[in-house]
């Protein structure tokens, strides 16, 4: 299993938390979502590589960064 840890610097509610939710939904290889609003935090635990993911988040224009793998 792995982590990925990414900072999102425009998600500050729960709405931008379903957003994103959204997004990533029905990606095979994210196992869970970790949530870490009050810090502009998410965590990814999934199962392989997938750069799938940092595409996606990129997509919303929330600025994403990945921060550690």
Known sequence: ????KYHI???DCPSEENMI??????LQTIKK????IENRNLTVYHSEEDKEILSRLESLNFGTILTET
């Open 9 to 11: 610097s425009k998600m």
């Open 33 to 36: 979502l970790d949530f870490d």
């Open 1 to 4: 299993m792995k982590k990925s």
């Open 21 to 26: 939710r959204m997004k990533l939904e029905g």
